[in-house]
């Protein structure tokens, strides 16, 4: 797979907030990224901390990054629960940045695997190189497929993982056995299970969300 590196955000940098894979009603890409856009700039990094997301019914069904949390709780369909000391500042007001949101109504979560994306197999396989076994920012790693596609590869949960650009290299148009490198664990889809124990982990970082963390 070549090594490419993907972008951050989309050409007009707008964002789609989502919720367990789920589109949120209401809070549409464009609308939510001119209010964001509207705050006081914070540090890149800050607008990516994680955000753990409640039900309304208060059980834990995603996590978010700061800057799409920050959506929803402008739209008016979440609420704050828990909150860091820092600030965002509009013109007319200051809003702590969230922690823990709990959306406002009800949303069905279906319990099937999420969406095959870049974002949830950097989530599955927690930012780690599946080669190296480092762990990078999102913007230094890419998607490698074990099996290339030359070689008849698909573009599926048991056939992608994370993979850091010195190893993509490495790889090249080759299986790993045949590069020489090793598999950190088998790629497997990523489902409710996994994304629950990955809620936890995260969890141990943030004491705010250990109330949550029960189910």
């Known amino acids: 797979m070549s090594a490419r590196r993907p ?18 009603p ?10 964001v856009h509207s705050l006081t700039p914070l540090r890149a990094s800050l607008m990516q901390e994680p955000v753990l997301v ?4 208060y059980e834990p069904i995603n996590v978010t990054a700061v800057r799409r949390a920050m959506v929803l709780l402008l739209k008016g369909v979440a609420q704050a629960e828990e909150v860091h ?20 109504a009800y949303r069905h979560i279906p319990q099937q695997s999420r969406a095959l994306s870049r974002k949830n197999i950097l989530l599955r396989d927690r930012n780690t190189c599946q080669f190296c076994g480092k762990i990078f920012p999102s ?21 992608l993982v994370a993979c850091c650009y010195r190893c993509n290299n490495d790889k090249g ?4 056995e045949e590069a020489g490198l090793k598999l950190a664990r088998k790629p497997r889809p990523f489902t409710l299970h996994t994304s629950r124990q990955l809620m936890r982990l995260i969890g141990h970082r943030d004491e705010r969300w250990r109330k949550y963390l029960f189910y």
């Open 54 to 57: 409640l039900n309304a019914t």
């Open 26 to 35: 209401g809070a549409s890409g464009n609308l939510g990224a001119r209010h």
């Open 85 to 104: 000391n820092a600030e965002v500042h509009s013109s007319a007001h200051a809003h702590k940045v969230p922690s823990v949101i709990r959306l406002l």
């Open 173 to 176: 148009d080759r299986t790993p």
């Open 7 to 24: 972008e951050a955000v989309d050409p007009r940098g707008r964002y789609v907030p989502e919720v367990g894979g789920v589109l949120v």
């Open 139 to 159: 913007s230094e790693l890419t998607l490698d497929h074990v099996m290339p596609r030359s070689r008849g590869g698909r573009s599926s949960w048991e056939n």
